[in-house]
């Protein structure tokens, strides 16, 4: 059952990535010991899904630091800002992206100000570690809080690939419906392809398939069908940016699934880490959404399927709160007002070991 793949490790040599670009076929592995090739794996999605992408800036500011070339903690201090500067710049909707850069960037002031280059370049490598683990624990316990609301059988759908293969752990979306069929469930998993990038025919069914996990893989235009036909119990997808209220930005697709989903009175559920939530933000109106090459609309696989025309490729859509059923976290399940019960899981991920 748990047959997970990892897309991402640390090594001595570097940081080890599974290109996901050629799964389903084939599975190679690529070592990076720069940051700056760390950046392009993360913009070319060699690596994707925001809880990895996290854990791939973290490592990438690790090996920024580990292999350079500064002389002194002054340098190394001039040469920081650039590293990190790098690797933000890659992806702007997954607020995991700076959440790691961040985390990695308090943890560079505290050493930095008492340490030698040595202990430096350890302390970051550790932490980034550390992190990766995090993210494994986290999956878990998402799991676990989201199972209970997967239905005892039957039919259960997600969107694009929020499994092992996003996260570095169980996955979230994935990570929930697989806990849930340890636990006993009989599920069964609907999986829309994911155009235009086909994260769910290339990505969910292979882990889904891998792990014996029953599924169906259909066209997104077959979703409104699919949830008009009944038996679909609940969807489960996963987040790149939760915004205050509660509006979420997923993969493009899942706006109109969870419209679909209020349509035909099935719950609609997020799964994202504490992580993804960005308060700074009132609503999803302010999340920016990158825009991808319209190449990857016009061709598959190098293989063009559409004259030389102008297509738009929005990588991300806003589902807004009012159509999410709960928003399940390590810590537990947000529910309506949204507003409030997200500062409340924050607030309990932030306080300190003893107060908890």
């Known amino acids: 059952m748990r047959n997970v793949s990892q897309p991402i490790q640390w090594t001595d040599a570097g940081v080890v990535m599974l290109d996901q670009r050629r799964l389903p076929t084939e599975a190679i592995y690529y070592t990076y010991s720069d940051y700056r090739d760390v950046a392009n794996a993360i913009q070319s999605m060699i690596i994707r899904g925001a809880p990895a992408i996290g854990v791939a800036a973290a490592m990438g500011v690790a090996v920024g630091v580990q292999h350079s070339r500064a002389k002194s903690v002054s340098e190394l201090s001039a040469e920081f800002p650039m590293i990190c500067d790098t690797l933000a710049r890659t992806r702007p909707t997954a607020v995991d992206l700076f959440w790691a850069i ?33 993210k494994t624990a986290i999956d878990e316990a998402m799991g676990r809080f989201g199972a209970e609301l997967m239905p005892p059988d039957g039919l259960v759908m997600t969107q694009c690939n929020a499994g092992a293969l996003a996260t570095a752990g169980i996955g979230t979306a994935l990570g929930v419906i697989r806990v849930a069929i340890e636990q006993g469930h009989k599920l069964h998993v609907l999986v829309p392809e994911t155009r235009p ?11 889904l398939h891998e792990a014996g996990i029953p599924l169906t893989l259909i066209t997104d235009n077959m979703v409104g069908h699919f949830l008009k036909k009944g038996g679909v119990g609940a969807i489960v997808v996963g987040a790149d940016r939760i915004a205050a209220n509660g509006d979420t930005a997923n993969k493009i697709g899942t706006y109109q699934i969870a419209v679909l ?19 700074t933000i009132p609503s999803g109106e302010q999340i920016p959404i990158e825009e991808r090459s319209s190449e990857e609309v016009t061709s598959i696989a190098g293989v063009r399927i559409a004259p030389p025309v102008t297509a738009a490729h929005p990588a991300f859509d806003v589902t807004p709160a009012r159509y999410i059923a709960g928003i399940i976290t390590e810590r537990g399940v947000a529910r309506a007002p949204y507003t409030e019960s997200l500062r409340k899981l924050a607030a309990s991920a932030a306080a300190p070991a003893s107060a908890k």
């Open 102 to 134: 961040g985390r990695m960037k308090r943890k560079f002031a505290e050493v930095s100000a008492k340490g030698n280059l040595e202990s430096i370049k350890k302390s970051l490598v550790a932490e980034a570690q550390s992190i990766h683990l995090e």
């Open 197 to 207: 990038y086909l994260q769910g025919a290339r990505l969910t069914a292979w882990e």
């Open 261 to 279: 989903a209020r349509e035909h009175q099935v719950p609609f559920y997020v799964a994202a880490p504490i992580s993804t939530f960005d308060l």
